[in-house]
């Protein structure tokens, strides 16, 4: 049973355009999601957090949406740089738990040609 | 160090030898997390620690597997008598707290078993 999905393995855009990544998840107790990049050999770099009571979070190029009647969230990407090309999880932690333990989609590798 | 470190990056085993492997959190941080990555997959949780609470082990796939952190910092993960479904990447996470605040990820352990 995943509790969070990312349904497009793969993404490719144009260098300068905008990049938009999804992710669907089921549990209605998830109260906090963040999302990581990771280059290959690396662990996952933080990026950006969104809080369930909000709908909208924004760092720089990087802005997170949440929708939490979808239970949907998205992350965009503008302008998308060559050196966005990498893999993209979303994560989730339940508010039930009070040990934020993420729980992970499936990633998607983005490719941003120059 | 400023990030978290893990050691070794690479580890190369014959089946049913034991490993460990080990976590550095950064400084401060109380909350520390194992998860692993197998090929192709996300990230799955295996174990958690927090000051001197006792651990959530329900991450961990089978009694062969153990972790423990001593004195709040250093964590060691071990795995006994490997199989070849251990084959995996064992990533390390530590956060300044439980919740609400984004996991910072050490750049793992490759695991290999022949």
């Known amino acids: 049973d995943q509790q969070v999905k990312q349904n497009s393995p793969s993404l490719s855009v144009q260098e300068g355009r905008i990049s938009i990544l999804n992710c669907d998840y089921t549990n209605s107790m998830f109260d906090y999601f963040l999302w990581y990049k990771k280059y290959p050999a690396e662990g996952p770099t933080f990026l950006i957090s969104?809080?369930?009571?909000?709908d909208k979070n924004e760092d720089g190029r990087f802005t997170v949406f949440l929708n939490k009647s979808a239970k949907h969230l998205s992350l965009h990407i503008v302008p998308s740089q060559p050196g966005d090309s990498a893999v993209y999880f979303c994560a989730a932690s339940d508010g039930s738990s009070n040990t934020g333990k993420l729980i992970f989609g499936q990633g998607t590798t983005l490719q941003v040609k120059p | 160090g400023a990030g978290v470190s893990q050691s070794p990056s690479n580890k190369v085993t014959e089946k049913g030898k034991d490993v460990e492997l080990r976590c550095d959190p950064i400084?401060?941080?109380?909350?520390l997390y194992w998860y692993r990555q197998s090929l192709g997959q996300g990230l799955e949780f295996l174990i958690y620690f927090q000051g001197n609470s006792a651990p959530d082990k329900s991450g961990l796939p089978s009694d062969r597997f153990s972790a423990e952190r001593t004195g709040g910092s250093v964590s060691t993960l071990t795995i006994q008598r490997t199989q070849q479904e251990d084959s995996a990447v064992y990533l390390c996470a530590s956060s300044s707290r439980s919740r609400g605040q984004p996991q910072h990820f050490g750049d793992g352990t490759r695991l290999s078993i022949l």
């Open positions: 969104i809080s369930s009571i909000k």
């Open positions: 400084s401060g941080h109380t909350a």
